[in-house]
């Protein structure tokens, strides 16, 4: 991220961005014409990875323990983890569920966003954050359709947040020089929802919402993230639900997602 955003007109998506991030980016799933098909596609897809990839890589227990467990996790997508919180329902311990975790990272259903640190700063939050590697999928686990992301704004933050970062993430796949992700949060409660370092020279930020409006306050931990690297700050955005391109100034731009 460079910072060189024009300023031009787009459209806002509404409704159509809650049917989108609903929908995920298998090509697979959304080939399916109707919700209820693709559902099914996502509940066939992650019964095949449990009981063929799951069994493959490794000798669990009960195989009946990881739907539920997805199910959870699925609820923490976007969200610092909660192993605790994970393990709460089942009886084995916490390092065998953060075994499970890992497993599943390895069949790529789930990724762990690092947190973002430097040896100058003593009050970052060292947790990282969990996310389903897609929205749809996460959607499909929880039994969430388009009209229920529509209806609940903090749940479609949270779903769209994983959408952008599964977007971002196959987009830097494609590029030659080194891309790495991260997460930044503080002790103070400001928070950067990925940050963006390219070949270890220049960090940006990006922050996900799902209003159509953006505040001068939003950039707050995009600022403290400013500051935190200096000179390698390339620049901050917010992907917002908006019209146009805007800039607020020292690097800091809102961008729509369409």
Not at 19 to 25: F, L, N, Y
Not at 134 to 147: E, M, Q, T, Y
Not at 155 to 181: C, H, K, N, P, W
């Amino acid at each position: 991220l460079r910072g060189d955003f024009k300023i031009r007109s787009s459209r806002r998506l509404g409704e159509e961005l809650a049917t989108r991030v609903a929908g995920g980016g298998y090509p697979a799933a959304l080939t399916r014409k109707t919700p209820a098909r693709r559902k099914q596609w996502y509940a066939d897809y992650v019964d095949s990875m449990v009981q063929r990839d799951v069994r493959d890589l490794a000798r669990i227990g009960s195989l009946s323990a990881l739907p539920k467990l997805l199910k959870l996790a699925a609820s923490q997508t976007a969200r610092l983890i909660n192993v605790s919180e994970l393990a709460a329902p089942f009886q084995v311990s916490r390092p065998t569920i953060r075994d499970y975790v890992t497993l599943l990272e390895r069949i790529f259903i789930l990724e762990e966003l690092p947190p973002w640190h430097s040896n100058r700063l003593k009050r970052l939050v060292k947790t990282p954050k969990l996310h389903v590697t897609d929205s749809g999928l996460a959607c499909a686990l929880l039994g969430l359709s388009a009209a229920d992301l529509w209806d609940d704004r903090e749940l479609l933050g949270q779903m769209l947040e994983s959408f952008v970062y599964g977007e971002l993430r196959r987009q830097a796949s494609g590029l030659d020089d080194g891309i790495t992700f991260s997460h930044y949060r503080d002790k103070d409660g400001a928070e950067v929802d990925i940050v963006i370092e390219h070949s270890g020279s220049r960090t940006s930020g990006v922050e996900v919402k799902a209003s159509s409006t953006v505040h001068p306050t939003d950039f707050r931990g995009l600022r403290r993230l400013r500051e935190a690297t200096g000179r390698r700050f390339g620049c901050g955005v917010i992907l917002y639900d908006g019209e146009v391109s805007v800039g607020f100034g020292d690097g800091m731009f809102a961008v729509p997602i369409a």
